[in-house]
């Protein structure tokens, strides 16, 4: 496993500062609030939610990924414990 792939059983939904959070939403006042300046403003907030909405995605689909393999490894177990004995139950 990489250094930037992380253990989806060592995963934390991903936290946001307040710090943060206040700025952004200043960048949105000011967005509109000042005409010209504001679209930039606005243009650097929404970037920066789409890094956080990123963000969330990425820990969601590690999370799926996780709950798929264990559903699948269930699945094996289940398979091997009902279906061997039927093979293994009568010797030919």
Same mark, same amino acid.
């Given at each position: 496993? +990489? #250094?930037? *792939? ?32 504001? !679209? ?5 907030? !929404?970037?920066?939610?789409?890094? *956080? ?7 969601? *689909? ?13 699945? #094996?177990?289940?398979?091997?414990? *009902?279906? +061997? ?8």
């Amino acid at each position: 496993m +990489s #250094d930037t *792939e992380l253990n989806p059983y060592e995963m934390k939904l991903p936290e946001e500062s307040k710090a943060a959070k206040i700025s952004r939403g200043a960048l949105q006042a000011v967005g509109g609030a000042v005409p010209f300046a504001g !679209g930039i403003c606005s243009a650097i907030a !929404g970037t920066w939610s789409e890094n *956080e909405q990123e963000k969330i995605n990425r820990f969601f *689909e590690h999370w799926v990924r996780m709950i798929h393999d264990e559903l699948k490894e269930k699945e #094996d177990t289940i398979i091997e414990t *009902e279906v +061997s004995p039927l093979f293994f139950r009568y010797p030919n």
